[in-house]
């Protein structure tokens, strides 16, 4: 039942089976340091009855943001730092859940704006187009070490601080996940090539983390189902990889897919065909994105699963956990505006609302510019910004605005972010 407790491998304990999924806020400082308003955001979603709070991307370097305003652990922290996390994990575990620090590198989904000359794998561009992303720079056997040294680092920084778990994030096309990947990770050395060489850079991170937080505090991986794109990460790589991980004391798997040239995470069309994995499909209902996957890997593996993505009702959520596809549901974009969603759903609310229904960019008598490829992806996007926009509000004002209009949040969101970087130098 969703009410139910889930005791982790590593003996700690989550009170119900509801997750806050991570989302982007851009809240912190210029130069990456929580905020009263990350704080007030967290608090309130504290109050709201999920039983695990996963923060946004806290990067491990501050030239490769995932966006504008995320906070950033690249070394130990300072006085004020430690005050600013501490203050932060209070704020986020006041209602009695647990709260994990998600820690991230954007890798080539760095946009130019923060870094014309992003890291990665190899040096495979994104196939996008509007020259957001510069063309990436192989990382050097030394980089890549000081990387997995930066993880174990913001881990324990976030331990120290008053998280109760980290989450190593190992999808949706972020560095890690650009390891993973045979079409993007084109290196000749350890690192790449053979599946077991691709999945070194994670395993070496969740070793480094291991040991620096001890055997009691619950590390997770966000990982990819499939990046479904052709030559990507398949579905079969990630069982694998999960098996790899569960040998590795890993206490929670979140299984996503897709990255930012197949943002099916979002819910958006990509550039491209979607390719095809070989999974049974379940008889789950139809509404979340990822749960055959889930459902196929517990047939496998004993590691405790989460499924984040697309759940929208009391029942879809329900038999998910009841087939066995999960032991942990995420919710996302439903919080950004409904920021006790949870506690509505364990006290017996049937379905949330669709908020992402209706947000478009494009109006309806410009029809078949929506039916334009970029189009889509375009009008897809500057719904995810109307979130962002919800996220702003509930920090900054402790409310939301249903009826925001899209076009003046994407506006506001993209001025922010130019904001954030010219403070930066």
Same mark, same amino acid.
Do not use: C
């Given at each position: 039942m969703l009410g139910d407790p889930l005791t982790l491998p590593c003996g700690a304990?989550? *009170?119900?089976?509801?997750?806050?999924?991570? =989302?982007?806020?851009? =809240?912190?400082? @210029?130069?990456?340091?929580?905020?009263?308003?990350?704080?007030r955001l967290y608090g309130i979603w504290s109050d709201g009855g999920a039983g695990l709070l996963l923060t946004g991307n806290i990067i491990v370097d501050k030239d490769h943001l995932e966006r504008p305003g995320n906070v950033v652990?690249?070394?130990?922290?300072?006085?004020?730092?430690?005050?600013?996390?501490?203050?932060?994990?209070e704020a986020g575990t006041r209602g009695g859940n647990h709260l994990w620090a998600q820690i991230s590198h954007g890798g080539r989904q760095t946009q130019k704006l923060v870094n014309p000359h992003p890291k990665s794998s190899s040096d495979v561009a994104l196939s996008l187009p509007g020259g957001q992303f510069g063309k990436p720079t192989p990382l050097t056997k030394d980089e890549i070490a000081d990387l997995v040294r930066r993880w174990a680092v913001a881990s324990k920084a976030c331990m120290d601080a008053g998280f109760t778990g980290v989450q190593v994030h190992a999808a949706h096309g972020y560095l890690v996940s650009q390891f993973l990947s045979p079409r993007v990770n084109r290196?000749?050395?350890?690192?790449?090539?053979?599946?077991?060489?691709?999945?070194?850079?994670?395993?070496?991170? !969740?070793?480094?983390?291991r040991e620096a937080v001890g055997p009691q505090f619950p590390i997770s991986v966000k990982l990819n189902s499939a990046d479904f794109q052709k030559g990507g990460f398949a579905f079969e790589d990630s069982l694998q990889v999960v098996e790899w991980l569960e040998e590795a004391s890993v206490d929670l798997i979140e299984i996503s897919g897709g990255t930012y040239e197949q943002p099916k995470l979002m819910g958006v069309e990509g550039m491209e065909a979607e390719?095809?994995?070989? !999974?049974? @499909?379940?008889?789950?209902?139809?509404?979340?994105?990822?749960?055959?996957?889930?459902?196929? =890997?517990?047939?496998e593996v004993g590691v405790p699963l989460m499924v984040t993505g697309g759940f929208r009702t009391r029942a879809a959520i329900q038999q998910a956990l009841d087939i066995g596809a999960a032991d942990v549901i995420g919710l996302g974009r439903p919080l950004c505006v409904l920021p006790d969603a949870p506690r509505q759903l364990l006290e017996g609310r049937e379905a949330l609302p669709r908020y992402e229904d209706g947000l478009d960019l494009i *109006?309806?008598?410009?029809?078949?510019?929506?039916?334009?490829?970029? =189009?889509?992806?375009?009008?897809?996007?500057?719904?995810?910004?109307?979130f962002y926009q919800q996220l702003w509000l509930?920090?900054?004002?402790g409310r939301v605005d249903e009826h925001f209009p899209v076009f003046k949040a994407f506006r506001?969101?993209?001025?922010?972010?130019?904001?954030i970087m010219k403070a930066r130098g």
């Open positions: 304990t989550l *009170p119900n089976r509801i997750a806050k999924a991570a =989302m982007t806020e851009g =809240m912190a400082t @210029p130069d990456g340091r929580p905020t009263p308003e990350l704080e652990i690249d070394r130990e922290p300072d006085a004020d730092m430690a005050a600013r996390l501490k203050s932060w994990a290196r000749d050395d350890e690192y790449g090539g053979s599946l077991e060489n691709r999945a070194r850079f994670l395993l070496e991170i !969740v070793r480094a983390v390719e095809k994995q070989n !999974v049974a @499909p379940s008889t789950a209902a139809r509404e979340a994105y990822f749960v055959d996957f889930a459902k196929a =890997m517990q047939d *109006p309806d008598w410009l029809g078949f510019l929506k039916r334009l490829q970029m =189009m889509k992806a375009i009008n897809g996007f500057a719904g995810i910004y109307w509930l920090g900054h004002e506001l969101v993209d001025a922010r972010n130019k904001s």
